[in-house]
């Protein structure tokens, strides 16, 4: 029997499944992570098992003033270390470095993804685990954010121009695959920030291919 292989996904509300506009969340299966795994999963075996930890208003490597527990360094190499053994690490973050209390630009967030990945890389986990590979997924652009978050992001579409490109070039700086989820998708048309359900579905049909890839290559990228 071959061994199911294990993916951990590191995100926020965008891979929580908010939806638009309100505060309830989309079911596992309706989620982008939960359409990858049913499409890695093709066929009715399991043979590969997917963890989600995504928390809401997530940064990358920064506090929020308002909400504790946001910045994604605290307590990252915990949770590596406790879902491991891990064949893959999946990062979508970013979205929120560019809410309106703060002047960051896009080398800002993909530095704070640095961060992340060095700590991911360092995480303390037991002999003989390997350290797993990681992609890094660059959030859609935020367009014209409105309705009850648009206070929050206001400003935000425009500070965030070139995160993707900033992303793309830390992945290659540090060894890292990455996905541009603005070839596949927009954010959300209701609230220009988050995915509408038929986003998430795109993302994570999109998103398969390139991850059967790193899984069946199973190499530290």
Same mark, same amino acid.
């Given at each position: ?39 890695? +999963?093709?066929? =009715? ?9 995504? !928390?809401?208003? #997530?940064?990358? &490597? ?81 367009? +014209?954010?409105? =309705? ?9 579409? !425009?500070?965030? #121009?070139?995160? &993707? ?57």
């Amino acid at each position: 029997m071959p061994t199911t292989k294990h993916i951990l996904v590191y995100s926020d509300s965008l891979t929580w499944g908010i939806v638009p506009t309100t505060r309830q969340r989309l079911p596992f299966e309706r989620r982008w992570p939960g359409v990858l795994y049913a499409e890695l +999963n093709a066929g =009715g075996d399991e043979r590969v098992r997917l963890t989600e930890d995504c !928390l809401n208003g #997530r940064r990358t &490597a920064f506090d929020d003033p308002y909400k504790p527990g946001r910045n994604a360094l605290n307590g990252v190499q915990q949770v590596i270390e406790a879902q491991s053994p891990l064949d893959l690490v999946i990062v979508l973050l970013g979205t929120n470095d560019f809410p309106s209390m703060h002047d960051h630009r896009p080398w800002h967030s993909a530095t704070g993804t640095g961060a992340l990945i060095n700590a991911i890389r360092t995480a303390p986990i037991e002999p003989g685990m390997p350290v797993p590979p990681i992609l890094v997924v660059a959030p859609p652009q935020l367009d +014209n954010p409105r =309705g009850p978050i648009g206070p929050k992001f206001e400003g935000g579409d !425009l500070a965030s #121009r070139g995160l &993707a490109e900033a992303l793309r070039r830390v992945s290659e700086e540090t060894g890292c695959a990455f996905f541009d989820s603005n070839t596949a998708t927009t954010s959300s048309k209701r609230d220009g920030v988050h995915l509408d359900a038929d986003q998430h579905e795109t993302l994570g049909k999109a998103i398969a291919p390139l991850v059967a890839e790193l899984l069946a290559n199973n190499t530290t990228l």
